[in-house]
């Protein structure tokens, strides 16, 4: 539970269910980042309503006895915000207002919330919008009457505000326009990457809030900006680094997470076009969180999806200074040993000793550890560089091949 509380804040509650592909541990485990995503967005939670369930209602996504259990919350309560785990159909979303008579949000409105809040950029907003209007289109019939009755807040920014009386084929147009918009800007920056020349190209990737941009600012001395929420970073941030005698281009890209959605997988095609075409991909990790294993396994289910699975990576273990385990008496060792309770030097004895030396420990905020990470990059770039550019190598006399 986050521990600092904001009167500004809208006082949201959570609901998420328990079922035979995730349990009551992983259902606690998104909840909580559920709630951190409410916190990204303004918001406050004071109550979460957990349900098991073999599968969705179709009509309420929980049953009816517990829809009437957080309906009695909310009105003693006078809760303005209810935030479903999973994606709920337009009918589920239409019913359950119906029901509560409260702004009804899921995860995905969520997240493409937060995402209208970070974009900077006029191309950043764009593929925010495109990803606002594919996920309003099939929802507009409840919409725009319920937008006419609460404005504003979470999950409401972008085009909702301004749109209220549009229709699904302006909103059709709009989409096709967007996607235009984006076509002509995705032939520019392919064009800016073309002529960014024989440099080789690394790009910082990784769940989000693992300290990308922090690590970026450390090695490229700029000023990216970092915050410890989620979704910091939306536009691709590319840096000139030199390490030793060897320059290269390396670039900051969005952070992944789990239950991404696909509207933003596909509006957000230019910017893992830096991932795509980088040689070198350093997957940045948050060793210090429990789940740091589920979360590199959702990078690279993202890394699959857009065929960059199999290029050269080096594991970058971070947040090494909040890494903390625990401790067991010595009668337990054996019976209760479990992942939660590995030292650092346990974890670098598991799978992580099978990445040929490719996984590197280090504190990006206290600056642990960087000298072995600058020359794991240098040595990593340099056999890249001489094996793709022989001919450059008198650029470089101290890289030998």
């Not at 409260?102 to 493409?112: F, N, Q």
């Not at 939306?234 to 390396?250: A, G, M, S, Y």
């Not at 699975?309 to 209760?336: G, H, S």
Request: no cysteine; net charge negative.
């Amino acid at each position: 539970m986050l521990e600092k509380k904001n009167l500004d804040y809208e006082k949201v509650v959570l609901v998420g269910i328990i079922h035979q592909q995730q349990d009551e541990k992983k259902s606690k485990e998104y909840l909580d980042e559920l709630e951190f995503l409410t916190y990204t967005a303004g918001g406050e939670v004071v109550k979460r309503f957990v349900q098991k369930i073999d599968t969705p209602n179709p009509k309420t996504f929980i049953g009816t006895g517990k829809i009437e259990e957080v309906k009695l919350f909310v009105e003693e309560n006078k809760i303005g915000t209810i935030v479903f785990d999973d994606e709920l159909t337009p009918a589920q979303q239409n019913n359950i207002e119906k029901l509560l008579q409260i702004k009804v949000l899921d995860r995905t409105t969520l997240i493409l919330d937060i995402f209208a809040q970070r974009a900077q950029t006029s191309y950043a907003r764009t593929q925010v919008e495109l990803a606002q209007y594919q996920y309003l289109l099939p929802r507009l019939t409840g919409l725009w009457t319920h937008l006419e009755r609460q404005r504003g807040g979470i999950g409401m920014r972008g085009p909702g505000e301004t749109e209220i009386e549009t229709d699904r084929r302006i909103v059709r147009d709009r989409i096709a326009l967007l996607k235009k918009k984006l076509e002509s800007i995705d032939r520019q920056m392919a064009t800016q990457r073309s002529n960014r020349g024989a440099l080789v190209r690394v790009a910082l990737i990784g769940y989000t809030n693992v300290g990308k941009s922090t690590l970026m600012n450390v090695i490229s001395k700029s000023n990216v900006f970092a915050e410890n929420k989620l979704f910091a970073t939306l536009d691709t941030t590319v840096r000139k680094v030199v390490i030793e005698n060897l320059p290269f281009l390396l670039s900051d890209t969005v952070g992944f997470i789990r239950k991404l959605p696909t509207q933003l997988i596909e509006s957000f095609k230019s910017t893992l076009d830096e991932v795509r075409e980088a040689d070198l991909l350093l997957h940045v990790v948050d060793i210090s969180h429990p789940n740091f294993e589920e979360h590199i396994n959702s990078v690279n289910q993202i890394l699959s999806e857009i065929n960059s699975i199999d290029k050269p990576t080096i594991m970058i273990f971070n947040k090494i200074d909040a890494y903390k385990y625990e401790i067991l008496e010595e009668d337990d060792l054996i019976t209760q040993r479990s992942s939660k309770h590995f030292t650092l030097a346990d974890w670098k004895q598991t799978w992580m000793n099978r990445t040929n030396g490719d996984a590197i420990f280090i504190s990006a905020t206290n600056k642990e550890n960087l000298d072995e990470f600058r020359e794991k990059i240098y040595e990593k770039v340099k056999d890249i560089h001489v094996t793709r550019f022989p001919y450059n190598n008198f650029l470089y006399p101290e890289i030998d091949t």
